[in-house]
């Protein structure tokens, strides 16, 4: 079974480019979930999903992040304008209705902002 | 004070040895526990729940202190294989469902 796929793996862009984080759950989970995990801050919860509708997102640190649903099996993570301080991995998660204290993460996307 | 708290170590210990560490948190109400098993540059996976009455897992028993607020993780007969950042999860609150938060983690490192 595929797991979370997350796409790009690695983005280096320049301050002040959009970027745009993308994840595919594994089929079936109800719960997506975006992280991102710094040395200083740790593992972070952005925000979380439920059935394609956002339930949370007050993990999302300010106006430039936004994120997207637009079906069961894609979501996105947009950042707009990037700042160097945004630099981290985002890690894209799902779970199922059923088991939903277990999160199944993707392998991350590594995002360095100059 | 952090929400979910962990001492970053490491701990470096030699094969064989057992190694245990704990994970505070702050909300007396919290209900769910578990411990994420993070290797160097991947993503975190799930090691095991916590459970109230403390449970086992092969060479991994994980406790629940719920009068002192925190969790722990015992790993006997370490292997080369067990080194790796260990994560705590919490689940704060019951009106936080599905919403996990983590600790730093720490580290353990098994030497030859």
């Known amino acids: 079974d595929a797991g979370v796929i997350q796409s790009p793996r690695h983005e280096v862009t320049e301050m002040g480019q959009e970027v745009t984080l993308r994840c595919k759950p594994i089929s079936g989970h109800d719960y997506l979930f975006w992280y991102r995990q710094t040395m200083m801050r740790g593992l972070e919860l952005l925000i979380y999903f439920n059935n394609n509708v956002p339930i949370d997102d007050s993990g999302m640190p300010e106006d430039r992040f936004s994120a997207k649903m637009p079906n069961a099996s894609f979501s996105t993570l947009k950042i707009q304008p990037s700042e160097p301080r945004d630099s981290a991995v985002y890690f894209c998660a799902s779970s199922p209705r059923t088991s939903w204290n277990e999160q199944f993460f993707g392998p991350g996307t590594r995002l360095t902002v100059l | 004070r952090k929400e979910v708290e962990q001492d970053p170590g490491p701990f470096n210990v030699p094969e064989g040895a057992t190694v245990a560490f704990n994970c505070t948190y702050s909300?007396?109400?919290?209900?769910?526990f578990f411990w994420y098993r993070q290797d160097c540059r991947k993503e975190p996976k799930l090691l095991m729940s916590v459970y109230s009455s403390g449970n086992e897992d092969g060479r991994f028993t994980a406790q629940l202190n719920r009068a002192s607020q925190y969790i722990s993780l015992l790993i006997r007969d370490s292997k080369l294989s067990d080194s790796a950042t260990y994560l705590c999860a919490v689940i704060l609150s019951p009106a936080n469902d599905y919403k996990l938060s983590f600790g730093a983690g720490t580290t353990v490192t098994v030497r030859a």
């Open positions: 909300n007396s109400a919290s209900q769910s």
